[in-house]
């Protein structure tokens, strides 16, 4: 959390906003945010000083601005990591990280409660137009390069649980906890269910569920839980509404009214309808 829709609402909200706008005094004002910039805070404030964003491109849950001088501005919101366009003079929010003063008056604020999000200074890896330090991670679902039949077929191959497989970001990138327990729930598979025992039929009916959950999502502004996913002007996303499993615990299965348990998995949760989602047979001994 944040996942996929939440973080292209926010590219689309710094594309609309930091496109074209040269960037004046950067103020770090929380080092941990910057702690995978090796060279350090001091570097990464003078570098990204003066650059001007020419695009904001996205690769699941990471976005980049591509700047004038060809360094990328890469941003992994972590947990609770905003990307917020305020009025230069406005009070600081309480866990304000960075500051990025834009020419139009306005100033791009990384805030983060948790600090496991951060920024980074990149250039760009062998994938054109990706950061290096993502190039190891697969296409999303939502980018007109993915292949379905490529995908399927390397989840097959895969000898694991499939709710570990859709949090696999080398295999897909940008799904998490919510968007695979809510598309796993519409395909009516357990999480614990092998990827080795899904059909072709079986796995393309799973993606085609969790492409059309994050469309869904992306449409109304993402899914926001305790207030930490805003978007750039610090609205919430509403498709917290639409959730059938996720955080669900103890309320009627839509389909079938049988009460929705939460399991433990991977050191958070994992909600599902005892019912429809069926734990199978080998989970279960």
């Given at each position: 959390?944040?996942?996929?829709?939440?973080?292209?609402?926010?590219?689309?909200?710094?594309?609309?906003?930091?496109?074209?706008?040269?960037?004046?005094?950067?103020?770090?004002?929380?080092?941990?945010?910057?702690?995978?910039?090796?060279?350090?805070?001091?570097?990464?404030?003078?570098?990204?000083?003066?650059?001007?964003?020419?695009?904001?491109?996205?690769?699941?849950?990471?976005?980049?601005?591509?700047?004038?001088?060809?360094?990328?501005?890469?941003?992994?919101?972590?947990?609770?990591?905003?990307?917020?366009?305020?009025?230069?003079?406005?009070?600081?929010?309480?866990?304000?990280?960075?500051?990025?003063?834009?020419?139009?008056?306005?100033?791009?604020?990384?805030?983060?409660?948790?600090?496991?999000?951060?920024?980074?200074?990149?250039?760009?890896?062998?994938?054109?137009?990706?950061?290096?330090?993502?190039?190891?991670?697969?296409?999303?679902?939502?980018?007109?390069?993915?292949?379905?039949?490529?995908?399927?077929?390397?989840?097959?191959?895969?000898?694991?649980?499939?709710?570990?497989?859709?949090?696999?970001?080398?295999l897909i990138s940008g799904v998490g906890n919510i968007y695979a327990d809510e598309a796993?729930?519409?395909?009516?598979?357990?999480?614990?269910?092998?990827?080795?025992?899904?059909?072709?039929?079986?796995?393309?009916?799973?993606?085609?569920?969790?492409?059309?959950?994050?469309?869904?999502?992306?449409?109304?502004?993402?899914?926001?839980?305790?207030?930490?996913?805003?978007?750039?002007?610090?609205?919430?996303?509403?498709?917290?509404?639409?959730?059938?499993?996720?955080?669900?615990?103890?309320?009627?299965?839509?389909?079938?009214?049988?009460?929705?348990?939460?399991?433990?998995?991977?050191?958070?949760?994992?909600?599902?309808?005892?019912?429809?989602?069926?734990?199978?047979?080998?989970?279960?001994?």
């Amino acid at each position: 959390m944040p996942e996929l829709p939440e973080v292209e609402v926010v590219r689309r909200g710094l594309a609309e906003h930091a496109v074209g706008r040269r960037i004046g005094a950067v103020e770090v004002l929380h080092t941990r945010s910057v702690r995978r910039h090796v060279p350090g805070p001091a570097d990464f404030a003078a570098r990204l000083g003066g650059q001007t964003p020419t695009a904001v491109r996205r690769r699941g849950k990471y976005m980049w601005l591509v700047l004038d001088s060809g360094d990328m501005l890469l941003a992994h919101l972590g947990m609770s990591g905003q990307m917020l366009v305020q009025p230069q003079g406005k009070p600081d929010e309480r866990h304000l990280r960075v500051r990025i003063p834009l020419d139009d008056g306005n100033e791009l604020r990384f805030v983060d409660q948790r600090t496991f999000g951060h920024l980074l200074l990149d250039r760009e890896g062998e994938r054109a137009e990706v950061p290096s330090s993502v190039d190891h991670i697969a296409l999303d679902p939502l980018d007109a390069a993915f292949v379905p039949e490529a995908f399927v077929r390397a989840l097959r191959a895969k000898r694991t649980e499939v709710k570990r497989a859709l949090l696999d970001q080398s295999l897909i990138s940008g799904v998490g906890n919510i968007y695979a327990d809510e598309a796993l729930w519409r395909a009516r598979l357990h999480w614990a269910r092998s990827t080795r025992g899904l059909s072709n039929a079986q796995a393309l009916e799973l993606l085609g569920h969790v492409t059309d959950v994050m469309t869904e999502a992306l449409a109304v502004g993402g899914t926001t839980f305790d207030g930490l996913y805003v978007n750039v002007n610090g609205e919430s996303g509403y498709f917290e509404r639409g959730l059938n499993a996720y955080g669900r615990r103890d309320r009627p299965c839509g389909r079938c009214g049988t009460l929705i348990v939460r399991e433990a998995f991977m050191n958070r949760s994992s909600f599902s309808c005892p019912s429809c989602q069926r734990v199978p047979r080998a989970a279960r001994s």
